[in-house]
């Protein structure tokens, strides 16, 4: 069950009350910001964060139950604006809040990080999924990063032939899965000398990575142009249309100004 802590309403109608899907760096920044102007809000965590960052605002961890229990949340605690500032590949729950927001006609607006384009130098081939990348890898034996962190590393066992360089946030309960791997625990952001030398060290050859956008994880790319080496780039996923922005400013003018106007 969800753990709900502390979230408390003002009664006046016109006040915003926000729900935050959050569980990144931008979540977090716009928590803050809201808290800063005293604002009525509670942030999401999915759950999978083992030690949540302490937040300014009341928390609340644990998922929905699908639209309709995100639909009953929406409800039950009269929120009026709903702010999704989860991951970049975050797909079920980005498309959940499309339509629970539209099944309850309150605004919606997505806080995200900009894509990652390829620059002067890069050598990258583009996949739509995990399931394309692990397709990829067949062939000869190769020194692999996989920089996807802990989630998806168990599919790519269905190419146990190279050897993949993991990084983990945490150091994990069990042992990764895959036969030939080396296993580094950090926590980012990464600076690109530290990646180069990371690289060298392991002597990679390939780099697979999601696009997932942003400045603290751009260290890696920026690592492998100097060295030359490819990547492969799982591309972020197809979602419905949405209101987008990338700033956090962007939020707070559209909840000033445009948030009631649906725009």
Not at 26 to 37: I, K, P
Not at 92 to 107: C, D, L, N, R
Not at 143 to 149: N, W
Not at 217 to 236: F, N, Q, S, T, W
Request: charged content about 20%.
């Amino acid at each position: 069950m969800p753990t709900i802590v502390s979230h408390a309403r003002s009664g006046v109608c016109d006040i915003p009350n926000i729900l935050i899907l959050g569980g990144t760096t931008e979540a977090s920044a716009l928590a803050e910001a809201l808290a800063d102007r005293g604002a009525t809000a509670v942030l999401s965590y999915a759950g999978r964060v083992a030690n949540p960052r302490r937040q300014p605002l009341p928390t609340r961890v644990g998922g929905f139950g699908g639209i309709a229990g995100l639909v009953r949340y929406l409800r039950e605690q009269a929120v009026t604006h709903l702010v999704d500032a989860t991951h970049p590949f975050a797909a079920t729950m980005s498309a959940h809040a499309v339509a629970a927001a539209a099944e309850t006609g309150i605004a919606h607006i997505v806080l995200t990080r900009p894509a990652w384009a390829p620059a002067a130098g890069d050598c990258w081939r583009h996949v739509p999924d995990i399931e394309a990348a692990v397709a990829a890898l067949a062939g000869p034996r190769r020194r692999v990063m996989l920089a996807l962190g802990r989630m998806h590393v168990s599919a790519f066992t269905a190419q146990p032939q190279h050897h993949y360089l993991l990084r983990f946030v945490d150091a994990p309960e069990e042992a990764p899965v895959l036969p030939d791997h080396a296993l580094v625990v950090d926590r980012g952001p990464f600076s690109v000398e530290g990646d180069v030398a990371l690289m060298q060290d392991h002597e990679i050859e390939l780099v697979v990575c999601k696009n997932a956008g942003g400045s603290g994880a751009e260290a890696k790319l920026i690592a492998a142009r100097r060295l030359g080496l490819p990547v492969l780039m799982i591309d972020r996923p197809a979602l419905p249309e949405r209101h987008t922005v990338h700033e956090i400013g962007a939020v707070l003018d559209w909840l000033d100004h445009g948030a009631d106007r649906g725009v």
